[in-house]
């Protein structure tokens, strides 16, 4: 059976981010939380479970920034969207990320937030399909990788790389899963399981575990069972996908601050 028969058969572009969302708001939910409400008593595995669980969603959306960036019809108007989302969602994390749910100006600053990975991503991607020289586009990717770098961005250098690998292996599924795998790999691995600047998850096996195999759950559900189609059209479930993030941030510091 060809590839192209398997895609066809598989998911839609909005059931698999219907699914980034269920999956990153649980995780985050379990993983903000643990401190101030226990997760109601579970024990481990569970509680590894449940905090992992958010790793599921990350490469979802650093695919369908690839294709994004592939198909909108106004790479400025896409990329303004992304850098006003992070903005806002940034607002978000800083306040999350203050154990007194007060405001991080070094989070804010020097600490930001997935969302700016995507949009990193995606500018590597406008560099790298512009008609500069080849020079010149490889040392403005390395000045935005590291600018990921020196930020601390959640997903660190490897998120906007996943994001590269998801545009330029589209149609083949197994490298793009192999690579996206090898990138997930590399960011539990080197950056400390620091995703989230202060918010150091404690590097240890156990921890490695779970939420390196929830990395590759995400990475293999848009590698082989997604069919390239994009399900149900809305504006208004176009824009939701963007206002979740900083939305689920906000109701779980209102968890958090009803449970203090």
Not at 22 to 44: A, D, E, M, P, W
Not at 199 to 208: K, M, R
Not at 219 to 233: I, P
């Amino acid at each position: 059976m060809s590839e192209e028969s398997r895609e066809v058969k598989g998911v839609s572009r909005n059931l698999l981010k219907l699914i980034a969302i269920i999956t990153i708001t649980i995780g985050h939910f379990f993983l903000y939380t643990f401190s101030v409400i226990r997760c109601f008593g579970l024990k481990n595995p569970w509680v590894g479970i449940l905090c992992g669980i958010c790793f599921v969603g990350p490469p979802i959306f650093m695919c369908f920034i690839a294709e994004g960036f592939r198909y909108t019809s106004s790479k400025l108007r896409y990329g303004r969207r992304l850098l006003l989302f992070a903005i806002v969602t940034q607002v978000a994390h800083a306040i999350t990320m203050d154990q007194g749910l007060g405001f991080s100006f070094h989070t804010f600053f020097f600490e930001w937030n997935v969302f700016f990975a995507l949009l990193l991503g995606f500018l590597a991607l406008c560099v790298l399909s512009s008609e500069w020289k080849p020079a010149i586009k490889v040392a403005v990717v390395l000045a935005i990788l590291a600018l990921s770098y020196v930020t601390n961005t959640e997903w660190w250098v490897f998120g906007p790389l996943m994001i590269l690998s998801f545009y330029y292996l589209r149609e083949k599924s197994l490298l793009k899963f192999l690579s996206a795998a090898a990138l997930v790999y590399l960011t539990f691995a080197l950056s400390d399981c620091n995703l989230g600047g202060g918010f150091a998850v404690t590097p240890n096996p156990w921890h490695f575990r779970y939420f390196f195999v929830f990395g590759l759950i995400g990475a293999g559900l848009v590698s082989f069972f997604y069919h390239g189609k994009n399900g149900k059209k809305s504006k208004a479930l176009q824009y939701f996908y963007y206002v979740f993030y900083p939305l689920h941030l906000i109701l779980i510091d209102l968890v958090i601050l009803l449970a203090g």
